[in-house]
């Protein structure tokens, strides 16, 4: 077994090498690639980590995502720890696979490097890959910052892995605004990872032998047996929710960073409006609420750590009492002209007690449009101003205004 | 809740397999005549299905698993598989 001692310390790295480090650190037996842009750097920089002997890995290149996404289906079903990563139409070439990967209940992580669906055809940072499988079984967890990557690559194994919960986890960031923009990292230690996923080898997992042969991925008649397979999907996604709160919690007791685990709030506790946002925007509109702030003006803001399961039960723990909700969408739901995330929050709030708060959408970032400090501006102002009684617009579309 | 696999997901066992009964589907089944049957096992050999069973003097179809594609019947060198329509 190679050791990949000395790893450690802080670094400077892009979101992609910043992946590559955290599956490094977790050891995985089994990465299957293939180049799609903006993902590419990360499986490179893999392969380099295996020339150098630090990566004790299989690597397969294969011809296609499809084949990468099949392999790994075979490879969890054995009982190996998995990896690959994609982004776009990678990501649908792979779909039928992707699906199995979650009926199958195989802990399969990958990282989705987000880029713009087609088609207009662009090699832009976007969401709407990502959110556009939202419903295929999968967990979804969007990161802020490299270092949040690096992280969540660590506990997304940690979760998938775990007997609870055995689904598999998409790491998702944006491409080029994470993928490709390099910060400061810090690297844990091999040692200290590997005591963090070590609860995972007395874990229970159904694998396939030699020695036990078993069927998977059978045609499953009668109705009542598959129902009794969907029931069990998505009782295991419930259950994530609060397991994902306690890794995110030891995770922060051992590595001093957590990430509030399915939600953060950040200065929302006293605040009358608040804005939701998801992925890498968050930065930037956590400068634009202390900038609002300090001119005395009430605003919080969540971001939506994990996309799937919704994290519903803490959504509305922090929203109830809210005056108004400014929700930035980097994706559209084509049924609903809307984002996915308004969406989303339109679901629950029906479950809040009234009067419930107003719900404002804005989209914006779509082609890989920055969404800047003005922008979060103009969403806190409309924000507010519909908080107090002012009629506004439901849906803005930030960059055609 | 009435749940009965012991596997999160669809899998299953060669001994309980919780899948389709593929018998289901047949519109005509194999009847070997005991007294023919020469236990050459050509039948066993070509099934499809994979679903004859050698019993002590004969070989016969698994009706449980059995989709009645009459193979068995074709390759019978004693001509000792008939088929008969199943009934509605």
Known sequence: ?401 | MRLRSPFEGPWSTPKDPYDIKTGEWRSQRPITKVEKCRQCGWCYIFCPSGCIEEKEYYFTANLEYCKGCGTCSKVCPAKAIMLIREEV
Not at chain 1, 360 to 387: K, P, S, Y
Request: aromatic share 8%; proline share 4%; charged share 25%.
């Open chain 1, 1 to 401: 077994m190679t050791e990949a001692k000395g790893i450690g310390g802080v670094k400077i790295l892009d979101g992609n090498r910043a992946a590559a480090y955290g599956i490094l650190l977790s050891r995985p037996d089994i990465i299957t690639s293939y180049p799609i842009t903006p993902q590419t750097p990360l499986l490179e920089t893999l392969y380099r980590f295996q020339a150098d002997g630090l990566l004790d890995a299989e690597m397969v290149e294969t011809e296609g995502e499809n084949t990468s996404m099949s392999i790994l289906l075979g490879a969890s079903a054995a009982g190996g720890r998995t990896f690959t990563a994609t982004s776009s139409q990678g990501l649908s070439f792979m779909n039928d696979a992707y699906l199995q990967a979650a009926g199958n209940r195989f802990p399969i992580v990958m990282v989705i490097a987000m880029r713009e669906q087609v088609t207009p055809h662009g090699v832009v940072a976007g969401q709407q890959d990502a959110v556009s499988v939202k419903d295929h079984g999968w967990i979804q967890l969007y990161t802020e910052s490299c270092q949040e990557i690096l992280d969540s690559i660590i506990m997304a194994y940690r979760l998938a892995e775990d007997e609870e919960v055995l689904l598999p986890v998409n790491v998702c960031y944006e491409g080029f605004y994470l993928s490709h923009n390099s910060q400061r990292v810090e690297v844990p230690e091999q040692e200290e990872v590997d005591e963090f996923l070590a609860p995972l080898k007395h874990m229970k997992r159904q694998k396939f032998t030699l020695e036990e042969p078993t069927i998977f991925s059978s045609y499953t008649v009668p109705g009542e047996l598959y129902t009794e397979y969907r029931f069990k999907a998505c009782a295991a996604q419930q259950r994530a929710k609060q397991k994902w709160d306690q890794i995110d919690k030891a995770f922060g007791e051992k590595f001093g960073r957590s990430y509030g685990g399915q939600i953060e709030a950040y200065r929302a506790e006293d605040a009358e409006v608040v804005i939701v946002t998801m992925g890498c925007s968050t930065g930037t509109a956590k400068v634009v609420v202390d900038k609002k702030r300090d001119q005395g003006v009430k605003v919080g803001l969540i971001k939506i750590k994990m996309f799937r399961p919704s994290p519903k039960e803490r959504l509305m723990e922090a929203l109830s009492g809210k005056k108004a909700i400014g929700v930035i969408d980097r994706n559209v739901c084509f049924g609903w002209n809307c984002g996915h995330n308004f969406l989303e929050l339109k679901t629950l709030l029906s479950d809040l007690h009234t009067p419930l708060p107003l719900l404002l959408d804005f989209i914006g970032g779509l082609g890989g449009c920055d969404i800047t400090n003005r922008d979060v501006e103009r969403v806190i102002d409309r924000t507010m101003a519909a908080a107090k009684g002012e009629p506004q617009q439901t849906v803005t579309w930030l960059s055609l205004e």
